[in-house]
């Protein structure tokens, strides 16, 4: 047990969870200790790091693709402007190309995923069969309209 319970009298562990610092303690106990060092003695109920965000409504895909593209220019538009400083070199060699350098990599990894996802076709079985019946019904349906397929 950790020394701070015994020290105060606490067993921590005989504490129902989320329950008030005055409840169930021992009454010998200090309560201005209680309510300066309650967090030490009782589990907290979980807490969001931005409690007011609950309150915003949901950002949908476009919503959050547009707001990351004007904190991406707005940002690239600093770094033109000369707003942060950096060193000379990489202010007249690397930020004018920074934009053709961004949009070649996404080009890259955009034909990774579709790589990777062809690659990996065979892996989802599900979508596999899927697709094979769907091919056999358009064979079928050639068929019937006279057209060769095999």
Same mark, same amino acid.
């Given at each position: 047990? %950790?020394? #701070?319970?015994?020290? *105060?009298?606490?067993?921590? /562990?005989? &504490?129902? +969870?989320? @329950? ?10 200090? %309560?201005? #200790?209680?309510?300066? *060092?309650?967090?030490?003695? /009782?589990? &907290?109920? +979980?807490? @969001? ?21 004007? /904190? ?79």
């Amino acid at each position: 047990m %950790h020394p #701070l319970f015994l020290k *105060f009298g606490i067993n921590a /562990l005989e &504490q129902p +969870p989320y @329950t008030s610092p005055h409840e169930s303690l021992d009454p010998s106990v200090n %309560h201005l #200790l209680i309510n300066q *060092f309650h967090f030490l003695f /009782l589990p &907290q109920k +979980p807490t @969001t790091v931005l409690p007011y965000l609950d309150l915003l409504p949901n950002m949908t895909r476009a919503q959050q693709t547009i707001s990351f593209g004007l /904190l991406v220019s707005s940002l690239y538009l600093a770094l033109y402007l000369q707003l942060i400083p950096l060193p000379p070199v990489v202010q007249e060699q690397v930020v004018p190309v920074l934009p053709f350098w961004a949009l070649v990599s996404f080009g890259a990894l955009l034909l990774f995923r579709l790589g990777l996802g062809v690659f990996t076709f065979n892996d989802v079985p599900d979508a596999h069969k899927e697709l094979m019946s769907e091919i056999d019904q358009a064979k079928v349906d050639l068929r019937k309209l006279g057209v060769d397929v095999d």
